[in-house]
């Protein structure tokens, strides 16, 4: 239920971005997208940090909320942290996540940089495949066992 709901908001709250965000939202977008791709980089190359990816995608994914200028996705935003910081820890569990992930990361980060809304929703929507495709994984392995 979760994902819906982000799939629902998340798309949305990436289009009011690229068509809101001031300079520096758009520059602490930028910079938590090169924050979260050198945690990402890191873990492919067997430094792996549980704790710091989830920091570092949330404060993506944060940045984005902040610079939609709606208060009530803001809101809403903070109300969900704890379950999607629970559903990132799945994901990452997944071989190969992170590889998939950043760079449609980098391709939502782009669009609200270049202020195309509809980019941005779409790269979000393209992001929320993958993320469901791999949570799906995990359900799958678990209910295997």
């Given amino acids: 239920w979760l994902n819906e709901f982000r799939r629902t908001i998340e798309p949305a709250a990436a289009g009011m971005a690229a068509l809101r965000a ?4 758009r520059l602490h977008i930028k910079q938590k997208m090169a924050e979260l791709e050198e945690v990402c980089l ?16 949330t404060a993506f994914h944060d940045a984005i909320f902040d610079a939609s200028a ?4 803001q809101s ?3 109300h969900i942290g704890e379950a999607m910081a629970k559903s990132r820890k799945l994901t990452h569990k997944v071989p190969g ?3 998939r992930a950043l760079p449609l990361h980098q ?16 790269a979000m929507l ?9 949570l799906e994984e995990v359900f799958t392995g678990i209910r295997e066992r």
Avoid: C, H, W
Avoid at 22 to 25: F, G, K
Avoid at 42 to 57: H, K, L, Q, T
């Fill in 22 to 25: 001031s300079v520096e939202q």
């Fill in 42 to 57: 890191r873990g492919m190359a067997g430094d792996d940090d549980i704790e710091e990816y989830v920091d570092a995608d």
């Fill in 70 to 73: 709606n208060p009530f996705l």
């Fill in 76 to 78: 809403v935003a903070q």
């Fill in 97 to 99: 996540a992170e590889e």
């Fill in 107 to 122: 391709e939502v980060a782009d669009a609200i940089l270049t202020k195309d809304a509809k980019g941005a929703e779409a």
């Fill in 126 to 134: 393209k992001l929320f495949a993958v993320v469901e495709g791999d």
